[in-house]
């Protein structure tokens, strides 16, 4: 009788404790049922359920470090070499050079030499003569030229300091020439070879204007930059690029250095 009369007890305190565990495990479902509902909700609100390729690729993380550039332009390509007063030719720097003008046998860098050939030619068809006075200068060769033009300095009874500023405004100093690098060509024509502003008043400059930089060529040193190049208009300076940066800086407006500037601030 007694072992009966436990059994009901000892069954009704294994329900209760059965109930507790149902109200417990059915606490957890239902907060489980609502995590997954409010999770759920969050991510339709997000992106409508498509995986968002975005989110994955961590493109949006990546922006604050890195602003989009203007210009498609790789500043890294060695024909976007910046060479002016304070960038000289970097230590080491090696060209390969070829004649572009058999006329006047003046050479360029490979690549630029083609261009400009090809240059010269398609103004040919169109009745223009381009004439390529001068180009590649080695560092000695512009050494030969800088200490003949400080020579005549001293000579006038300037100091050897004095005579160095001066020929400085006159030539290049070695090494700091466009010309050094064998991307620049100072273009003019039979009728017109004078190193002057006047050149801009003749066809070869007009033709220059609308075709040198579907050649890789774009005008140097513009009109009123002088500032910033620190160089005087020089409507006969080319300086090579390649077509598709010359494309982008044309389109820019800008002069090389304004352009280095745009694109690596
Ligand atoms: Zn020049």
């Not at 070829?98 to 006329?103: I, N």
């Not at 068809?125 to 300095?153: D, H, M, N, P």
């Not at 140097?220 to 300086?239: F, K, L, S």
Request: negative net charge.
């Amino acid at each position: 009788m007694r072992y009966e009369e436990k059994r009901p007890v000892r069954r009704r305190r294994f329900t209760r404790r059965q109930i507790l565990r149902n109200r417990i495990i059915f606490g957890a479902v239902c907060l489980l049922l609502a995590a997954v509902l409010i999770l759920g909700l969050r991510h339709l609100l997000a992106g409508g359920g498509e995986p968002d390729p975005l989110a994955q690729t961590g493109q949006e993380e990546a922006q604050p470090t890195s602003t989009p550039k203007p210009y498609p332009v790789d500043m890294e390509d060695w024909r976007m070499i910046l060479v002016n007063a304070q960038n000289p030719v970097p230590e080491g720097y090696t060209v390969e050079t070829q004649v572009a003008d058999s006329y006047t046998g003046k050479e360029l860098q490979t690549e630029a030499a083609g261009q400009y050939a090809a240059m010269k030619e398609a103004a040919q068809a169109e009745g223009i003569e381009l004439l390529l006075c001068s180009a590649y200068r080695s560092v000695e060769y512009q050494t030969g030229l800088f200490e003949a033009e400080q020579a005549e300095w001293l000579a006038q009874g300037m100091t050897e300091e004095e005579a160095y500023n001066k020929a400085a405004t006159v030539v290049a100093i070695p090494g700091y020439s466009e010309h050094n690098t064998g991307l620049a060509a100072d273009i003019v024509t039979p009728e017109y070879q004078d190193l002057s502003e006047g050149f801009e008043d003749t066809p070869a400059f007009a033709w220059l204007s609308q075709h040198a930089a579907e050649y890789g060529f774009i005008l140097r040193y513009p009109e009123g930059m002088q500032n910033v190049t620190g160089i005087i208009y020089e409507p006969w300076h080319y300086r090579y690029v390649g077509a598709e940066n010359a494309k982008y800086i044309l389109e820019s407006g800008l002069c090389l250095e304004q352009f280095w500037d745009l694109m690596t601030e």
